[in-house]
Protein backbone atom coordinates (compact mmCIF):
# COMPACT_ATOMS: atom_id res chain seq x y z
CA UNK A 1 0.00 0.00 0.00
CA UNK A 2 1.52 3.55 -0.86
CA UNK A 3 2.02 5.50 2.31
CA UNK A 4 0.06 8.65 2.59
CA UNK A 5 3.40 10.43 3.07
CA UNK A 6 4.19 9.62 0.07
CA UNK A 7 0.97 10.65 -1.55
CA UNK A 8 1.41 13.04 -4.59
CA UNK A 9 -1.46 14.15 -3.85
CA UNK A 10 -2.42 13.58 -0.19
CA UNK A 11 -5.24 16.23 0.37
CA UNK A 12 -7.56 14.52 -2.15
CA UNK A 13 -7.79 10.71 -1.99
CA UNK A 14 -11.52 10.64 -1.76
CA UNK A 15 -12.23 12.79 -4.71
CA UNK A 16 -12.53 10.06 -7.11
CA UNK A 17 -15.89 10.97 -8.71
CA UNK A 18 -15.20 14.81 -10.16
CA UNK A 19 -13.79 16.17 -13.10
CA UNK A 20 -10.27 17.26 -11.64
CA UNK A 21 -9.22 21.40 -12.77
CA UNK A 22 -6.31 20.92 -14.79
CA UNK A 23 -3.84 23.34 -13.70
CA UNK A 24 -3.31 27.34 -12.98
CA UNK A 25 -0.89 29.31 -13.65
CA UNK A 26 0.28 32.96 -12.35
CA UNK A 27 2.90 35.70 -13.50
CA UNK A 28 4.18 39.09 -12.79
CA UNK A 29 5.82 41.66 -14.24
CA UNK A 30 8.22 44.73 -12.33
CA UNK A 31 7.91 44.05 -8.91
CA UNK A 32 10.54 43.37 -5.73
CA UNK A 33 9.00 41.13 -3.96
CA UNK A 34 8.05 39.16 -7.38
CA UNK A 35 8.12 35.39 -5.86
CA UNK A 36 6.05 36.53 -2.85
CA UNK A 37 3.17 37.69 -4.90
CA UNK A 38 3.31 34.73 -7.13
CA UNK A 39 3.37 32.42 -4.10
CA UNK A 40 0.11 34.28 -3.56
CA UNK A 41 -1.48 33.73 -6.39
CA UNK A 42 -0.89 30.40 -6.39
CA UNK A 43 -2.41 29.71 -2.96
CA UNK A 44 -5.48 31.21 -4.22
CA UNK A 45 -5.04 28.94 -7.57
CA UNK A 46 -4.60 25.84 -5.25
CA UNK A 47 -8.19 24.49 -6.17
CA UNK A 48 -7.15 23.86 -9.75
CA UNK A 49 -4.45 21.55 -8.76
CA UNK A 50 -3.42 20.42 -5.77
CA UNK A 51 -0.30 17.39 -7.17
CA UNK A 52 2.71 20.08 -7.12
CA UNK A 53 3.83 23.54 -7.10
CA UNK A 54 6.29 25.49 -8.65
CA UNK A 55 7.94 29.06 -9.18
CA UNK A 56 10.96 30.66 -11.21
CA UNK A 57 12.09 34.31 -11.08
CA UNK A 58 14.52 36.19 -12.62
CA UNK A 59 16.76 38.58 -11.35
CA UNK A 60 18.52 40.69 -14.03
CA UNK A 61 21.15 38.37 -14.33
CA UNK A 62 20.19 34.47 -13.41
CA UNK A 63 16.85 32.41 -12.80
CA UNK A 64 15.82 30.76 -9.91
CA UNK A 65 13.79 28.26 -9.12
CA UNK A 66 11.73 26.20 -6.43
CA UNK A 67 9.37 23.28 -7.46
CA UNK A 68 7.75 20.78 -4.64
CA UNK A 69 5.03 17.90 -4.50
CA UNK A 70 1.83 19.10 -2.54
CA UNK A 71 0.76 22.00 -2.03
CA UNK A 72 1.27 25.72 -2.36
CA UNK A 73 1.48 26.31 1.13
CA UNK A 74 3.40 23.41 2.27
CA UNK A 75 6.59 24.82 0.63
CA UNK A 76 5.89 28.49 -0.71
CA UNK A 77 4.63 29.64 3.46
CA UNK A 78 8.61 29.44 3.82
CA UNK A 79 10.64 32.38 3.76
CA UNK A 80 13.90 30.74 3.54
CA UNK A 81 12.27 29.21 -0.18
CA UNK A 82 10.93 32.41 -0.95
CA UNK A 83 13.73 34.91 -0.30
CA UNK A 84 15.68 32.30 -2.61
CA UNK A 85 13.72 33.01 -5.55
CA UNK A 86 15.07 36.50 -5.90
CA UNK A 87 14.12 38.67 -8.92
CA UNK A 88 11.50 41.32 -10.11
CA UNK A 89 9.53 39.08 -12.32
CA UNK A 90 8.42 35.51 -11.62
CA UNK A 91 5.98 32.68 -13.14
CA UNK A 92 4.21 30.46 -11.32
CA UNK A 93 2.08 26.75 -11.56
CA UNK A 94 0.10 24.90 -9.50
CA UNK A 95 -0.44 21.11 -11.41
CA UNK A 96 -3.00 17.98 -11.59
CA UNK A 97 -1.57 16.20 -13.88
CA UNK A 98 -3.61 15.30 -17.13
CA UNK A 99 -0.97 13.71 -19.41
CA UNK A 100 2.67 12.79 -18.11
CA UNK A 101 3.06 11.22 -14.86
CA UNK A 102 2.46 12.15 -11.46
CA UNK A 103 6.99 13.44 -10.75
CA UNK A 104 8.99 15.93 -9.89
CA UNK A 105 10.15 15.83 -12.93
CA UNK A 106 7.24 16.93 -15.07
CA UNK A 107 6.41 19.84 -12.44
CA UNK A 108 5.88 23.25 -13.90
CA UNK A 109 7.33 25.97 -14.70
CA UNK A 110 9.78 23.95 -16.82
CA UNK A 111 13.37 25.88 -17.66
CA UNK A 112 15.78 25.46 -20.77
CA UNK A 113 18.76 27.67 -21.56
CA UNK A 114 18.37 28.14 -25.05
CA UNK A 115 20.98 29.91 -27.84
CA UNK A 116 19.21 33.28 -26.97
CA UNK A 117 19.33 33.22 -23.38
CA UNK A 118 16.83 31.35 -20.81
CA UNK A 119 13.21 30.27 -20.90
CA UNK A 120 10.70 29.29 -18.23
CA UNK A 121 7.23 28.18 -19.20
CA UNK A 122 4.03 27.37 -17.60
CA UNK A 123 0.97 25.81 -19.09
CA UNK A 124 -2.54 25.20 -18.49
CA UNK A 125 -4.27 22.76 -21.11
CA UNK A 126 -3.28 19.95 -22.87
CA UNK A 127 -1.55 19.60 -26.58
CA UNK A 128 -3.56 16.82 -28.44
CA UNK A 129 -0.48 16.02 -30.75
CA UNK A 130 2.09 16.27 -28.19
CA UNK A 131 3.14 12.40 -28.79
CA UNK A 132 3.19 12.95 -32.32
CA UNK A 133 5.81 16.29 -32.38
CA UNK A 134 7.74 14.32 -29.32
CA UNK A 135 8.36 11.46 -31.98
CA UNK A 136 9.10 14.20 -34.73
CA UNK A 137 11.48 15.55 -31.96
CA UNK A 138 13.07 13.11 -30.69
CA UNK A 139 14.26 11.69 -34.31
CA UNK A 140 15.79 14.94 -34.72
CA UNK A 141 17.74 14.32 -31.80
CA UNK A 142 15.56 16.14 -28.95
CA UNK A 143 16.49 14.82 -25.81
CA UNK A 144 13.35 14.86 -23.03
CA UNK A 145 13.59 14.90 -19.60
CA UNK A 146 9.93 14.66 -18.89
CA UNK A 147 7.03 13.52 -19.91
CA UNK A 148 5.14 16.78 -20.10
CA UNK A 149 3.46 18.00 -23.04
CA UNK A 150 4.68 21.24 -21.80
CA UNK A 151 8.24 20.33 -22.51
CA UNK A 152 7.45 19.82 -26.25
CA UNK A 153 7.33 23.46 -26.50
CA UNK A 154 10.44 24.05 -24.99
CA UNK A 155 11.94 21.87 -27.69
CA UNK A 156 9.84 23.28 -30.29
CA UNK A 157 11.61 26.65 -29.79
CA UNK A 158 14.78 25.55 -29.17
CA UNK A 159 14.96 23.83 -33.04
CA UNK A 160 13.13 26.61 -35.00
CA UNK A 161 15.32 28.52 -37.20
CA UNK A 162 13.30 32.11 -36.33
CA UNK A 163 16.05 34.67 -35.14
CA UNK A 164 14.50 35.77 -32.50
CA UNK A 165 12.97 34.20 -28.97
CA UNK A 166 9.48 35.32 -29.60
CA UNK A 167 9.47 34.52 -32.82
CA UNK A 168 10.62 31.16 -32.44
CA UNK A 169 7.97 30.87 -29.70
CA UNK A 170 5.37 32.21 -32.05
CA UNK A 171 6.56 29.18 -34.60
CA UNK A 172 6.17 26.83 -31.70
CA UNK A 173 2.81 27.49 -30.85
CA UNK A 174 1.83 27.59 -34.95
CA UNK A 175 2.80 23.80 -34.60
CA UNK A 176 0.69 22.57 -31.60
CA UNK A 177 -2.74 21.36 -31.30
CA UNK A 178 -5.18 21.73 -28.57
CA UNK A 179 -5.98 24.02 -25.76
CA UNK A 180 -3.63 26.13 -23.62
CA UNK A 181 -2.81 29.41 -21.42
CA UNK A 182 1.09 30.06 -20.97
CA UNK A 183 2.96 32.22 -19.14
CA UNK A 184 6.57 32.41 -20.10
CA UNK A 185 9.53 34.12 -18.41
CA UNK A 186 13.05 35.13 -20.45
CA UNK A 187 15.88 37.58 -19.80
CA UNK A 188 13.53 40.34 -22.01
CA UNK A 189 10.35 39.73 -19.95
CA UNK A 190 7.22 37.74 -19.49
CA UNK A 191 4.97 36.65 -22.03
CA UNK A 192 1.57 35.61 -21.74
CA UNK A 193 -0.41 33.56 -24.20
CA UNK A 194 -3.99 31.98 -24.79
CA UNK A 195 -4.87 29.90 -28.03
CA UNK A 196 -6.67 30.95 -30.49
CA UNK A 197 -9.93 29.04 -29.53
CA UNK A 198 -9.37 30.52 -26.32
CA UNK A 199 -10.31 27.24 -24.46
CA UNK A 200 -7.89 27.93 -21.53
CA UNK A 201 -8.79 31.10 -19.14
CA UNK A 202 -6.15 33.86 -18.78
CA UNK A 203 -6.67 36.99 -17.41
CA UNK A 204 -4.53 40.24 -17.32
CA UNK A 205 -4.26 42.59 -14.17
CA UNK A 206 -2.37 45.33 -12.47
CA UNK A 207 -0.57 46.33 -9.22
CA UNK A 208 -1.35 49.74 -8.82
CA UNK A 209 -0.19 51.88 -11.55
CA UNK A 210 2.88 49.59 -12.34
CA UNK A 211 3.49 45.37 -12.15
CA UNK A 212 1.36 43.12 -14.66
CA UNK A 213 0.22 40.13 -13.61
CA UNK A 214 -1.02 37.14 -15.46
CA UNK A 215 -3.30 34.76 -14.02
CA UNK A 216 -5.82 32.05 -14.85
CA UNK A 217 -8.18 33.78 -13.01
CA UNK A 218 -9.38 36.88 -10.92
CA UNK A 219 -9.70 35.44 -7.34
CA UNK A 220 -5.78 35.92 -7.61
CA UNK A 221 -5.64 38.70 -8.61
CA UNK A 222 -7.56 39.98 -5.27
CA UNK A 223 -5.60 38.18 -3.20
CA UNK A 224 -2.59 40.31 -3.73
CA UNK A 225 -4.74 43.57 -4.37
CA UNK A 226 -4.38 43.65 -7.95
CA UNK A 227 -6.72 45.42 -10.69
CA UNK A 228 -8.54 42.87 -13.04
CA UNK A 229 -7.85 44.82 -16.40
CA UNK A 230 -9.52 41.99 -18.87
CA UNK A 231 -9.20 38.91 -20.43
CA UNK A 232 -6.52 38.03 -22.58
CA UNK A 233 -7.98 37.05 -26.13
CA UNK A 234 -8.21 33.95 -27.77
CA UNK A 235 -5.10 33.77 -29.89
CA UNK A 236 -3.56 37.14 -28.05
CA UNK A 237 0.37 37.15 -26.61
CA UNK A 238 1.25 39.95 -24.35
CA UNK A 239 4.14 40.64 -23.71
CA UNK A 240 5.31 42.92 -20.59
CA UNK A 241 9.09 44.65 -20.33
CA UNK A 242 10.26 47.49 -19.18
CA UNK A 243 9.40 49.37 -22.33
CA UNK A 244 5.63 48.80 -21.42
CA UNK A 245 3.02 46.21 -22.38
CA UNK A 246 2.75 44.80 -26.08
CA UNK A 247 0.09 42.93 -27.78
CA UNK A 248 0.17 40.86 -30.65
CA UNK A 249 -2.35 38.61 -32.64
CA UNK A 250 0.18 36.42 -34.90
CA UNK A 251 -2.68 33.25 -35.45
CA UNK A 252 -5.57 32.97 -37.57
CA UNK A 253 -8.66 34.63 -36.63
CA UNK A 254 -11.00 31.65 -35.21
CA UNK A 255 -14.68 31.70 -33.46
CA UNK A 256 -13.69 31.33 -29.90
CA UNK A 257 -14.48 28.72 -27.56
CA UNK A 258 -13.82 28.64 -24.14
CA UNK A 259 -14.87 25.92 -21.74
CA UNK A 260 -18.33 26.03 -20.34
CA UNK A 261 -17.07 23.90 -17.62
CA UNK A 262 -15.13 26.80 -16.08
CA UNK A 263 -18.82 28.23 -15.25
CA UNK A 264 -20.04 25.09 -13.72
CA UNK A 265 -17.30 23.75 -11.85
CA UNK A 266 -13.44 24.35 -12.36
CA UNK A 267 -13.60 28.43 -11.36
CA UNK A 268 -13.68 29.55 -8.05
CA UNK A 269 -17.27 31.58 -7.15
CA UNK A 270 -15.81 34.83 -6.93
CA UNK A 271 -13.71 34.83 -9.69
CA UNK A 272 -15.05 36.35 -13.22
CA UNK A 273 -15.18 34.10 -16.38
CA UNK A 274 -15.29 36.01 -19.40
CA UNK A 275 -16.57 39.08 -17.45
CA UNK A 276 -19.00 37.24 -15.57
CA UNK A 277 -19.28 36.36 -11.75
CA UNK A 278 -19.07 33.04 -11.29
CA UNK A 279 -21.02 32.99 -8.29
CA UNK A 280 -23.87 34.57 -10.04
CA UNK A 281 -23.57 32.26 -13.38
CA UNK A 282 -24.50 29.04 -11.45
CA UNK A 283 -27.35 30.76 -9.55
CA UNK A 284 -28.83 31.23 -13.40
CA UNK A 285 -27.66 27.77 -13.64
CA UNK A 286 -29.75 26.43 -10.79
CA UNK A 287 -32.94 29.27 -11.66
CA UNK A 288 -32.82 27.27 -15.60
CA UNK A 289 -32.95 23.94 -13.72
CA UNK A 290 -35.53 24.32 -11.80
CA UNK A 291 -37.70 26.22 -14.83
CA UNK A 292 -36.81 23.10 -16.67
CA UNK A 293 -37.77 20.49 -14.36
CA UNK A 294 -41.06 21.21 -12.41
CA UNK A 295 -39.91 19.18 -8.60
CA UNK A 296 -42.41 18.72 -5.70
CA UNK A 297 -39.76 18.75 -2.53
CA UNK A 298 -40.04 19.87 0.74
CA UNK A 299 -36.10 20.86 0.76
CA UNK A 300 -33.12 21.88 -1.55
CA UNK A 301 -29.71 20.39 -0.25
CA UNK A 302 -26.70 21.24 -2.38
CA UNK A 303 -23.89 18.58 -2.66
CA UNK A 304 -21.10 20.76 -1.01
CA UNK A 305 -19.04 22.49 -1.78
CA UNK A 306 -19.76 22.48 -5.78
CA UNK A 307 -23.71 22.22 -5.98
CA UNK A 308 -24.31 24.72 -3.32
CA UNK A 309 -24.58 28.04 -5.87
CA UNK A 310 -26.71 25.95 -8.33
CA UNK A 311 -28.66 24.74 -4.94
CA UNK A 312 -29.48 28.26 -4.33
CA UNK A 313 -30.88 29.33 -7.53
CA UNK A 314 -32.60 26.45 -7.55
CA UNK A 315 -34.35 26.84 -4.26
CA UNK A 316 -34.92 30.56 -5.23
CA UNK A 317 -36.50 29.83 -8.68
CA UNK A 318 -38.90 27.12 -7.23
CA UNK A 319 -39.39 28.57 -4.39
CA UNK A 320 -38.75 24.75 -2.15
CA UNK A 321 -36.59 26.18 1.09
CA UNK A 322 -32.65 25.62 0.91
CA UNK A 323 -31.34 23.92 3.41
CA UNK A 324 -27.39 22.57 4.43
CA UNK A 325 -28.56 18.22 4.58
CA UNK A 326 -25.05 17.55 4.24
CA UNK A 327 -21.84 18.83 5.83
CA UNK A 328 -18.49 18.44 4.21
CA UNK A 329 -15.30 18.01 6.18
CA UNK A 330 -12.82 20.08 4.48
CA UNK A 331 -9.77 18.38 5.97
CA UNK A 332 -10.40 14.68 4.66
CA UNK A 333 -7.44 13.38 3.35
CA UNK A 334 -5.01 15.46 5.50
CA UNK A 335 -6.43 13.90 8.74
CA UNK A 336 -5.66 10.04 7.89
CA UNK A 337 -1.80 9.59 8.16
CA UNK A 338 -2.49 5.88 6.79
CA UNK A 339 -5.57 4.96 5.53
CA UNK A 340 -6.15 1.77 5.84
CA UNK A 341 -8.63 -0.40 3.37
CA UNK A 342 -11.47 -0.19 5.92
CA UNK A 343 -10.93 3.37 6.19
CA UNK A 344 -11.05 4.03 2.64
CA UNK A 345 -13.67 1.78 1.68
CA UNK A 346 -16.09 4.56 4.26
CA UNK A 347 -14.96 7.14 1.12
CA UNK A 348 -17.56 9.25 1.32
CA UNK A 349 -18.55 9.44 4.87
CA UNK A 350 -14.95 10.98 5.55
CA UNK A 351 -15.85 13.77 3.41
CA UNK A 352 -19.73 14.28 3.54
CA UNK A 353 -21.85 13.60 7.03
CA UNK A 354 -26.04 14.26 6.97
CA UNK A 355 -27.47 16.24 8.70
CA UNK A 356 -30.48 14.97 9.91
CA UNK A 357 -32.56 17.64 10.95
CA UNK A 358 -33.24 19.48 7.71
CA UNK A 359 -33.54 15.82 5.96
CA UNK A 360 -35.83 13.41 7.76
CA UNK A 361 -38.99 12.59 6.80
CA UNK A 362 -38.73 15.07 4.05
CA UNK A 363 -38.95 15.34 0.24
CA UNK A 364 -35.14 15.79 -0.76
CA UNK A 365 -33.35 17.75 -4.28
CA UNK A 366 -30.22 17.11 -4.19
CA UNK A 367 -28.58 19.41 -6.83
CA UNK A 368 -24.94 18.78 -7.99
CA UNK A 369 -22.56 20.17 -10.48
CA UNK A 370 -22.13 16.84 -12.20
CA UNK A 371 -22.05 13.04 -12.27
CA UNK A 372 -18.68 11.41 -13.56
CA UNK A 373 -18.14 7.91 -12.82
CA UNK A 374 -21.66 7.91 -10.87
CA UNK A 375 -20.00 6.21 -6.97
CA UNK A 376 -19.83 9.04 -4.98
CA UNK A 377 -23.73 10.66 -5.70
CA UNK A 378 -24.34 6.54 -5.26
CA UNK A 379 -23.16 7.06 -1.73
CA UNK A 380 -24.47 10.27 -1.25
CA UNK A 381 -27.97 8.85 -1.89
CA UNK A 382 -27.49 6.28 0.58
CA UNK A 383 -26.02 8.49 3.08
CA UNK A 384 -29.41 10.86 2.39
CA UNK A 385 -32.00 7.95 2.84
CA UNK A 386 -30.34 6.54 5.92
CA UNK A 387 -30.82 10.14 7.41
CA UNK A 388 -34.40 9.24 6.82
CA UNK A 389 -35.48 11.42 3.59
CA UNK A 390 -38.46 9.90 1.98
CA UNK A 391 -38.32 10.83 -1.36
CA UNK A 392 -34.51 11.62 -2.90
CA UNK A 393 -34.53 13.71 -6.58
CA UNK A 394 -31.39 14.28 -8.05
CA UNK A 395 -30.67 17.22 -10.27
CA UNK A 396 -27.29 18.62 -12.11
CA UNK A 397 -26.19 21.52 -12.81
CA UNK A 398 -25.07 20.32 -15.82
CA UNK A 399 -25.56 18.05 -19.28
CA UNK A 400 -24.87 14.10 -19.02
CA UNK A 401 -21.39 13.95 -19.01
CA UNK A 402 -21.06 11.52 -22.49
CA UNK A 403 -16.77 12.50 -23.19
CA UNK A 404 -13.64 12.48 -22.15
CA UNK A 405 -11.89 15.97 -21.93
CA UNK A 406 -8.34 16.03 -24.05
CA UNK A 407 -8.04 19.82 -23.24
CA UNK A 408 -6.68 19.84 -19.88
CA UNK A 409 -9.36 18.69 -17.63
CA UNK A 410 -8.31 14.63 -16.21
CA UNK A 411 -11.42 13.18 -16.85
CA UNK A 412 -11.92 9.01 -16.92
CA UNK A 413 -11.95 7.67 -20.48
CA UNK A 414 -15.33 7.30 -21.89
CA UNK A 415 -16.11 3.68 -20.67
CA UNK A 416 -15.89 4.96 -17.18
CA UNK A 417 -18.43 7.49 -17.61
CA UNK A 418 -21.70 6.63 -16.39
CA UNK A 419 -23.44 8.96 -18.78
CA UNK A 420 -21.75 7.50 -21.75
CA UNK A 421 -23.04 4.03 -20.73
CA UNK A 422 -26.59 3.98 -19.44
CA UNK A 423 -29.60 6.16 -20.69
CA UNK A 424 -31.13 8.08 -17.50
CA UNK A 425 -33.56 5.97 -16.44
CA UNK A 426 -30.73 3.50 -15.89
CA UNK A 427 -28.96 6.27 -13.92
CA UNK A 428 -31.35 6.64 -12.35
CA UNK A 429 -31.91 3.32 -11.09
CA UNK A 430 -28.32 2.80 -10.70
CA UNK A 431 -28.03 5.63 -7.89
CA UNK A 432 -31.24 4.84 -6.44
CA UNK A 433 -32.89 7.88 -6.73
CA UNK A 434 -36.82 8.85 -7.09
CA UNK A 435 -35.87 11.33 -10.19
CA UNK A 436 -33.06 12.34 -12.00
CA UNK A 437 -32.90 15.11 -14.22
CA UNK A 438 -30.06 16.89 -15.74
CA UNK A 439 -30.14 20.51 -17.14
CA UNK A 440 -30.47 20.55 -20.82
CA UNK A 441 -27.51 22.36 -23.23
CA UNK A 442 -29.52 25.06 -24.39
CA UNK A 443 -30.78 26.04 -20.72
CA UNK A 444 -27.05 25.58 -19.66
CA UNK A 445 -26.48 28.22 -22.65
CA UNK A 446 -28.74 30.32 -21.64
CA UNK A 447 -27.70 30.20 -18.19
CA UNK A 448 -24.19 31.28 -18.96
CA UNK A 449 -24.84 33.58 -21.93
CA UNK A 450 -28.27 34.22 -22.33
CA UNK A 451 -28.73 32.24 -25.64
CA UNK A 452 -29.64 29.14 -26.69
CA UNK A 453 -26.40 27.05 -28.30
CA UNK A 454 -25.46 28.06 -31.60
CA UNK A 455 -25.29 24.15 -33.21
CA UNK A 456 -24.27 25.19 -36.58
CA UNK A 457 -20.88 27.06 -34.42
CA UNK A 458 -20.90 26.61 -30.43
CA UNK A 459 -20.37 29.59 -28.61
CA UNK A 460 -18.13 27.21 -26.20
CA UNK A 461 -16.49 24.32 -25.91
CA UNK A 462 -18.74 21.66 -24.37
CA UNK A 463 -17.26 18.56 -25.84
CA UNK A 464 -17.36 16.83 -22.74
CA UNK A 465 -21.24 16.90 -22.79
CA UNK A 466 -21.50 16.63 -26.83
CA UNK A 467 -18.73 15.24 -28.36
CA UNK A 468 -18.08 18.01 -30.53
CA UNK A 469 -14.15 18.66 -30.20
CA UNK A 470 -13.13 21.78 -31.04
CA UNK A 471 -9.62 20.82 -32.44
CA UNK A 472 -7.97 17.92 -34.08
CA UNK A 473 -7.39 15.11 -31.92
CA UNK A 474 -4.26 13.31 -33.55
CA UNK A 475 -2.58 11.77 -30.95
CA UNK A 476 -6.16 9.88 -30.05
CA UNK A 477 -4.72 7.41 -33.28
CA UNK A 478 -1.80 6.33 -31.38
CA UNK A 479 -1.87 3.55 -29.18
CA UNK A 480 0.69 4.81 -26.86
CA UNK A 481 -1.15 7.96 -26.06
CA UNK A 482 -3.91 5.00 -24.41
CA UNK A 483 -1.00 3.24 -22.59
CA UNK A 484 0.49 6.41 -21.30
CA UNK A 485 -3.05 7.82 -19.88
CA UNK A 486 -3.64 3.96 -18.42
CA UNK A 487 -0.32 4.57 -16.84
CA UNK A 488 -1.14 7.75 -15.45
CA UNK A 489 -4.63 6.87 -13.81
CA UNK A 490 -2.97 3.31 -12.42
CA UNK A 491 -0.50 5.88 -10.70
CA UNK A 492 -3.58 8.11 -9.06
CA UNK A 493 -5.38 4.99 -8.29
CA UNK A 494 -2.27 3.70 -6.62
CA UNK A 495 -1.84 6.78 -4.99
CA UNK A 496 -5.73 7.88 -4.11
Not at 273 to 290: H, P
Amino acid sequence: MTRQADHPFPGRPFDDDKFHEECGVFGVFGHQEAAAHTALGLHALQHRGQEAAGIITYDGDQFHTHKSMGLVGDHFSRQDVVESLKGYSAIGHVRYSTTGGTTLRNVQPMFAELAGGGFAVAHNGNLTNALHLRKELVSRGSIFQSTSDTEVIIHLVATSSFPTLLDRFIDALRQVEGAYSLVALTPEGLIGVRDPLGVRPLVLGQLGNGPCIFSSETCALDIIGADFIRDVKPGEIIIVNKHGLESLQPFAAQRPRPCIFEHVYFSRPDSLVDGMNVYEVRKRIGAELAAEVKTEADVVVPVPDSGTPAAIGFAQASGIPFELGIIRNHYVGRTFIEPADHIRHLGVKLKHNSNRGPLAGKRVVLVDDSIVRGTTSLKIVDMVRLAGAREVHMRIASPPTTHSCFYGVDTPERDKLLAANMEIEKMRQHIDVDSLAFISIDGLYRAVNNTARDNNAPQYCDACFTGEYPTHLTDQDDPEFHRQLSLVAEQKNLAG
